[in-house]
T-cell receptor, first 114, second 115 residues
Framework: AQTVTQSQPEMSVQEAETVTLSCTYD???????LFWYKQPPSRQMILVIR??????QNATENRFSVNFQKAAKSFSLKISDSQLGDTAMYFC???????????FGKGMKLTVNP | SQTIHQWPATLVQPVGSPLSLECTVE??????LYWYRQAAGRGLQLLFY??????ISSEVPQNLSASRPQDRQFILSSKKLLLSDSGFYLC??????????????FGNGTRLTVT
């Protein structure tokens, strides 16, 4: 079974700094997708960024980028120029190609300090 | 544009009472629908998903059930709640499965407390 591991339960960063959130996953499949979701205090789950495993280029969305290391099964999220609004729980998620199911990690609480 | 509505936002129910949480999606047809439960420190656990009317897949055997009586309506139910059913329940939809690179769009969630 596929698993997603977020080993850091909590992190904090100063406003305007850069922070990296780690995620590893376990799968024997070659076709899959990876996602980062954000859950602010409002509890609304919001998609931050996604990566197709077959793409070598790391995905980027404005201040958010990923470091996708397929061989190491690592999918870290880098947040540049952190803002107070980035304070949230961040979840890494995995799905196998063609699957209807998304498997989430346990999440990591990020606090951006002024 | 597509929207997802989930209600109620909060619910306090005694042990042994029934449960009905409702989720509806607007602005799309034949969506995939999902129920997740979020417990503190345990991430999101997939409970049920549906790819069409009347089609329900259960991921976790327990005293909860789901139904999809209409294309864009997804209901989570229980006949008798347990204390362990407390948690934050999230409904979500996607155009196709996430394995098609289709992201999930989540509702605002329901905080259920079983007393």
């Amino acid at each position: 079974a596929q698993t997603v591991t977020q080993s850091q339960p909590e992190m904090s960063v100063q406003e305007a700094e850069t922070v990296t959130l780690s995620c590893t996953y376990d799968t024997s499949e070659n076709n899959y997708y990876l996602f980062w979701y954000k859950q602010p205090p409002s509890r609304q789950m919001i998609l931050v960024i996604r990566q197709e495993a077959y793409k070598q280029q790391n995905a980027t969305e404005n201040r958010f980028s990923v470091n996708f290391q397929k061989a190491a099964k690592s999918f870290s999220l880098k947040i540049s120029d952190s803002q107070l609004g980035d304070t949230a729980m961040y979840f890494c998620a995995f799905t196998q190609g063609g699957s209807e199911k998304l498997v989430f990690g346990k999440g990591m609480k990020l606090t951006v300090n002024p | 544009s597509q929207t997802i509505h989930q209600w109620p936002a909060t619910l306090v129910q005694p042990v042994g009472s029934p449960l009905s949480l409702e989720c509806t999606v607007e602005g799309t047809s034949n969506p995939n629908l999902y129920w997740y439960r979020q417990a503190a420190g345990r991430g999101l656990q997939l409970l049920f998903y549906s790819v069409g009317i009347g089609q329900i897949s259960s991921e976790v055997p327990q005293n909860l059930s789901a139904s999809r009586p209409q294309d864009r309506q997804f209901i989570l139910s229980s006949k008798k709640l347990l204390l362990s059913d407390s948690g934050f329940y999230l409904c979500a939809w996607s155009v196709a499965g996430p394995g098609s690179n289709s992201p999930l769009h989540f509702g605002n969630g329901t905080r259920l407390t079983v007393t």
